[in-house]
């Protein structure tokens, strides 16, 4: 469906953009945030570009963002924003709750992280708390910070490999793309079994997808 701008309804109301590709998931959110006498929902997208674009117009003072969309990511999106000194604060609202994933978008400036099956009270006091200049994290996305920061975390290098590994090549393959020895890719592949406490290299790209340290095509 094609995202369209909404005509805002109070002055002192906290403006709110929903983002997300899936109708049903945006729907749920507007019937939420629309009742509210302090909210209006300024517009609504169905991709990262038109969020973007959107964002740039209405100027809301928070957007619901999805973290995985066509076009353009969610990240991409708080990226650019930040670039172009917008004043919106961003909340993440995603189904992917890994640790890396939130320390991501944290990092890429997100103000706020809520899992797609966030109660009303949930959703409508992150939109409150982040207006205000606050944080808002649930308390079982703290925990899985808190859990991620106890995994002992890949190298670069060894994400690198995961990453050819998920591309399906072999150990000699990987070698002769980085330009290190077939020892040197076993080596690592080793390590990075036993940092992500999985046997063989088909459970590592499930919990490197799982992390978000690998993207499937």
């Known amino acids: 469906m094609k995202g369209h701008s909404l005509p805002s309804t109070g002055e002192a109301k906290v403006r709110v953009l929903v983002a997300d590709d899936h109708p049903i998931v945006r729907q749920g959110i507007l019937a939420n945030?629309?009742?509210?006498?302090?909210?209006?929902?300024?517009?609504?997208a169905g991709d990262?570009?038109?969020?973007?674009?959107?964002?740039?117009?209405?100027?809301?003072?928070v957007v619901l963002l999805d973290l995985r969309m066509p076009q353009m990511d969610g990240l991409d999106v708080l990226t650019e924003v930040n670039k172009s000194n917008l004043s919106?604060?961003?909340i993440i609202m995603t189904t992917f709750d890994s640790e890396e994933d939130v320390q991501r978008a944290m990092k890429a400036g997100a103000r706020g992280y809520l899992l797609k099956d966030s109660t009303q009270e949930e959703i409508l006091d992150a939109i409150r708390r982040v207006s205000l200049g606050e944080t808002y994290l649930p308390a079982r996305i703290v925990q899985k910070v808190a859990e991620g920061m106890r995994k002992p975390e890949l190298s670069p290098r060894e994400v690198e490999v995961l990453q050819w590994v998920a591309a399906g090549k072999s150990n000699k393959e990987i070698g002769a793309q980085l330009f290190i020895a077939e020892g040197t890719v076993k080596t690592h592949v080793k390590n990075l079994l036993e940092k992500l406490a999985v046997v063989g290299r088909t459970a590592a790209i499930r919990e490197g997808v799982h992390r978000g340290l690998v993207r499937l095509n």
């Open 33 to 44: 945030v629309k009742p509210q006498g302090d909210m209006t929902v300024v517009a609504e």
């Open 88 to 90: 919106c604060k961003v």
């Open 48 to 61: 990262g570009v038109e969020a973007l674009t959107l964002i740039k117009e209405q100027l809301p003072d």
